[in-house]
């Protein structure tokens, strides 16, 4: 019997199909072309074309972040696949599955310094978690399967495969292996039950505890079992960036972000508590401050899928590696079980200690007749919570104060460069979560450095009709560094100050609806018409120069050290 | 306190496995003693031993980053139970008339081998642990060294223990470090 042969562009198209990709993120060049080609003769995956292959990966994260799903993102060889570099680095911190694709120079060129040669295995290696350079198309299905398995298992990450132009041409039979056979890589689901019994004593003997919830409780889908735990046990929990809308900011018992910019009481529940329950975070040098001083009085349980995370930084005392969903599970079956129930007056007493912290809260003042940006946050956050919408954001102070200000009570709904800290992510995060949302329409918070950074893509979101929502916290300056400057650097402001086009016309000349804001009663009429435009829109908010971002905890100092306004030093 | 370990690595005998180890351990600031890599006896396996300074935390990070790269199958920190290990060093050492007794006296006591020789140069191979290696070479510094080239540790558990050769399949093989 003849087997049909098809070409190995075709058999990537058809496996990636295996894998239920419907939608990818790319840009095309020379050594892709048959790839290209193949995809335009078939109807099952859609493209979109970006402007820039950062891009790409970043619009594939922001659909792998929003669907749950690995996003997947086609680039050329030498510049396409370095232009990606930023995106892997960024998917791979904060853990988002994604397969690159990237084409290579005929294997025959390879390391004769071809026409846009580049060793992508060698210049990603530090950033994905695996890569493959593909030599034969015998190898390419199984190949691809493995990248879908090590990308989507585990801690998730990115995974590039690099396929060169002749691989791409050759004729092999398609059979989409079942199984992936990896000797070397087996993560670990179950926790082990005798330290989950362990953990689960600890914290029912604790006086204080408290849970840290990261981005790994929305890796591992398990916020609905870290309510249900959270709740049942009584137990307070802060979360991290990343952990955002793991517990719903709408109950009592969530003390919101910790952290640099977290809120007083989370970073004081934290310092004063004697059980930290840390679920899926990494201990970031961002949530830990100074770490020797960090939770002095703390015994750690330490939940993470990826060992390595676990007495990183932060030494554990009860460490758990199994995916999260699966020990808080064992964790809440054991807790019905057992007699062992937390000590009701102690209870009483640690809510009281934070109810008093809760008190506290950032003093914002205003020095100008200018927007407040965290006015303009608010009423965008009361003008779209009851739709819930998506928010992603770039990097900055707008960052952190929509972190802040806006309230989430479900996971997936705010996507932001959490350990990367890539200016430039939301706006194409933004376009893959639109994608994965079926065009819903998202918000992507941006400053007016950020935005620079991959403007390009209103291009993008015109053709393809994207509702993206730009808010720009325009206040003229690169407001983190400046913010830094003000405090550290004796108000230097060294290359901060940063102008920008007109963005309103800007939007226009892309085809886009581009809207100024200057005063507060003009806010909420211009979020009315952006919301029924149909298609991306630009808002520009000129705001106040120098507000700056508190809770504010310096570099290098314990957690509990919280500045709350201007005034304090 | 930052002692050398002995870290024992199985991988998958494939293109830029090796690349992958050395690149860990740059981008995370670890040190390299020494390496040596060689096919185990199935060769779809290399086995790649690396001597690395670190303090327990710092070694303990090491082999778990190695655990998590992809081709690499078993990570075991030789220096925990006792192990024997294993160098070679190859020396060139000048000999004349005068000392040529005494040299000869040294590398039968020794153990060394002579692997060739002239008037007045011999090459003498030792081989035993880093301390037998070292030893030696100090001995013999005094007759002039001209070449001195020393391999990595290769290292094997003792007659009574294994390294299994497939990564446990039991779920909670990780979780048992800890327990």
């Known amino acids: 019997m003849n087997k049909v042969m098809y070409s190995g562009a075709e058999i990537l198209l058809k496996s990636l199909v295996k894998e239920g990709v419907e939608e990818v993120f790319g840009y095309p060049g020379g050594v892709v072309l048959p790839l290209y080609d193949a995809l335009y003769l078939q109807n099952d995956i859609k493209h979109y074309l970006v402007r820039h292959e950062q891009a790409a990966v970043h619009a594939a994260e922001g659909y792998a972040r929003v669907s749950g799903r690995a996003g997947v993102a086609i680039v050329t060889s030498g510049p396409g696949a370095c232009n990606t570099v930023t995106g892997l680095a960024n998917a791979y911190y904060d853990g988002t599955p994604l397969i690159l694709i990237t084409g290579q120079v005929n294997s025959k060129l390879i390391g ?24 034969d198309v015998r190898d390419l299905a ?39 056979e990896l000797v070397g890589y087996n ?55 990343m952990g955002t809308g793991t517990f719903p900011d709408s109950l009592e018992t969530s003390l919101g972000m910790m952290g640099m910019h977290g809120n007083y009481c989370a ?8 059980l930290i329950f840390a679920i899926g975070t990494r201990f970031s040098d961002r949530i830990t401050g100074c770490l020797k001083r960090f939770a002095r009085d703390a015994q750690v349980i330490h939940i993470d899928i990826d060992p390595c995370s676990i007495s990183k930084n932060v030494k554990a005392s009860i460490p758990i590696v199994g995916d999260i969903k699966n020990v808080l599970n064992t964790m809440l079956q054991l807790y019905s079980k057992t007699h062992h129930k937390p000590d009701l007056q102690q209870q009483n007493k640690w809510f009281g200690e934070i109810m008093e912290w809760k008190k506290k809260v950032a003093i914002a003042r205003k020095t100008s007749d200018k927007l407040s940006a965290i006015t303009v946050l608010n009423e965008i956050y009361n003008f779209t919570k009851d739709d819930e919408p998506v928010v992603c954001t770039e990097v900055g102070q707008h960052q952190m104060w929509t972190a ?13 460069s959490g350990g990367l800290g890539t200016m430039g992510f939301g706006f194409p995060a933004a376009m893959g979560a639109c994608v994965a949302n079926k065009n819903k329409y998202v918000l992507n918070i941006a400053g007016d450095g950020s935005i620079q950074m991959n403007i390009q893509e209103l291009m993008t979101c015109v053709d393809y009709k994207f509702k993206v929502i730009n808010c720009i916290i325009n206040n003229g300056y690169l407001g983190m560094v ?62 106040e120069s120098f507000e700056m971002v508190y809770p504010w905890v310096l570099a290098g100092e314990p957690i509990d050290k919280v500045l709350l306004s201007r005034e304090e030093v | 306190m930052a002692i050398n370990h002995t870290i024992s690595v199985l991988v998958s005998n494939e293109v830029g496995v090796l690349s992958r180890i050395v690149d860990l351990f740059s981008g995370r600031g670890y040190n390299i003693e020494s390496l040596t890599v060689a096919p185990t006896i199935d060769s779809i396996y290399s086995r790649v031993t690396i001597v690395t300074p670190g303090d327990d935390d710092v070694i303990e990070q090491i082999c778990k980053q190695l655990n ?36 000869l006296n040294i590398v039968t006591q020794a153990g060394a081998k002579i692997m060739d020789l002239n008037e007045k140069i011999y090459t003498v191979k030792i081989d035993g642990d880093e301390k037998a290696v070292q030893t030696f070479a100090e001995l013999v510094r005094p007759f002039g060294i001209k070449e001195f080239v020393r391999s990595g540790k290769v290292a094997i558990t003792k007659a009574g223990q294994f390294q299994n050769f497939k990564k446990p399949k039991e779920e909670n093989a990780i979780n048992k470090l800890f327990s």
């Open chain 1, 112 to 135: 004769a310094d071809a026409f846009q040669e580049a060793d992508v295995v060698g210049i990603t290696r530090s950033c994905c978690k695996h890569n493959y350079l593909v030599k």
């Open chain 1, 142 to 180: 199984r190949i691809i399967k493995e990248a879908f398995y090590i990308a989507t298992t585990g801690k998730k990450g990115p995974v590039v495969i690099d396929i060169p132009v002749d691989v791409f041409n050759s004729k092999y039979t398609f059979d989409y292996p079942k199984n992936v």
């Open chain 1, 187 to 241: 993560p670990t689901y179950k926790g082990h039950p005798l330290q989950i019994k362990k953990a689960l004593d600890a914290i029912l003997d604790s006086k204080r505890p408290v849970i840290i919830s990261g981005g790994g409780v929305i890796a591992s889908d398990a916020h609905r079992e870290l309510t249900e735990l959270a709740t049942r046990l009584n137990i307070p929990v802060v979360h991290t960036l």
């Open chain 1, 267 to 274: 970073n004081l529940t934290v310092s004063n508590a004697d």
């Open chain 1, 404 to 416: 802040q200000n806006f309230k989430f009570n479900q996971p997936r709904k705010l996507i932001t």
């Open chain 1, 482 to 543: 400046r913010q830094w400057q003000e405090k550290i650097y004796n108000e230097h402001y060294s290359q901060t100050k940063i102008s920008s086009p007109d963005f309103v016309k800007l939007a226009q000349s892309y085809g886009a609806l581009g809207i100024r804001v200057e005063h507060e009663d003009e806010i909420v009429p211009a979020l009315k018409e952006a919301l029924s435009y149909n298609g991306p829109v630009v808002i520009d908010f000129i705001c």
């Open chain 2, 68 to 103: 998590r790269l992809i081709p690499v199958i078993k990570v075991a920190n030789l220096s925990i139970g006792e192990a024997i290990e294993y160098e070679i060093g190859l020396l060139k050492v000048s000999v004349n008339d005068e000392n040529r007794a005494e040299f």
